[in-house]
């Protein structure tokens, strides 16, 4: 039972041009939302965060939009740059309990000069 | 400050041993949770320690045990190795549980090969 869903495994994007990955998910409890960036032989590090009460959290190039009527969150960057090119993960929580992160299967993302 | 460190880096075992690995939190922290990632999947949940307790376990089976020291590094042991069982296994730290979410950071994870 896959409750948190990045539905495409690889996205190819221009220099200079935005890069949206998508995230779906199934679980109502969720109320907290993060994308993780992970670079090969390195653990996942932290991009950016939304609380559910939001519907939107901006940080820099980065930019995290919730619809939660529809489960859905994107991560949109702009400009994209060649050193964004890793996976990125979409993970939901909730905030009482172990906060125990879900995970999506993670999106490849590679930024073309 | 010092980030989260594990070891080794990498394991090569055979079927039916048993693996031990090990993890340093960050500084500051006292929650460590594991993480197993098979290949081309997303991490998922092991369990979580606090104050040296288990503290939320995800769908893994007994043979899969933890630790978590008074100094907050944290061990996780795997029985009965299974072929299954390889992946990279990532350990994250955080602050106390609370009413708000707190950040998890991660190390750069154990590659456990079982052949």
């Known amino acids: 039972d896959q409750q948190v869903k990045q539905n495409s495994p690889s996205l190819s994007v221009q220099e200079g041009r935005i890069s949206i990955l998508n995230c779906d998910y199934t679980n109502s409890m969720f109320d907290y939302f993060l994308w993780y960036k992970k670079y090969p032989a390195e653990g996942p590090t932290f991009l950016i965060s939304i609380s559910s009460i939001k519907d939107k959290n901006e940080d820099g190039r980065f930019t995290v939009f919730l619809n939660k009527s529809a489960k859905h969150l994107s991560l949109h960057i702009v400009p994209s740059q060649p050193g964004d090119s890793a996976v990125y993960f979409c993970?939901?929580?909730?905030?009482?309990?172990?906060?125990?992160?879900?995970f999506g299967q993670g999106t490849r993302l590679t930024i073309n000069p | 400050e010092t980030g989260v460190t594990q070891s080794p880096t990498h394991l090569i075992k055979t079927r039916g041993q048993q693996v031990t690995l090990r993890c340093s939190s960050q500084s500051g922290h006292n929650t460590v949770s594991w993480y197993q990632q098979a290949l081309g999947q997303g991490p998922q949940f092991i369990f979580q320690?606090?104050?040296?307790?288990?503290?939320g376990r995800g769908n893994f089976p007994p043979r899969f045990s933890g630790l978590q020291f008074p100094n907050y590094s944290s061990e996780l042991n795997v029985n009965a190795l299974e072929l299954d069982d390889s992946a990279l296994y990532l350990c994250?730290?955080?602050?106390?549980?609370?009413?708000?979410?707190?950040?998890?950071?991660f190390g750069p994870g154990t590659r456990l090969t079982v052949l």
């Open positions: 993970a939901a929580s909730e905030i009482q309990g172990a906060q125990k992160l879900v």
């Open positions: 320690y606090y104050r040296e307790e288990e503290n």
């Open positions: 994250a730290s955080s602050l106390v549980p609370g009413l708000t979410y707190n950040e998890q950071f």
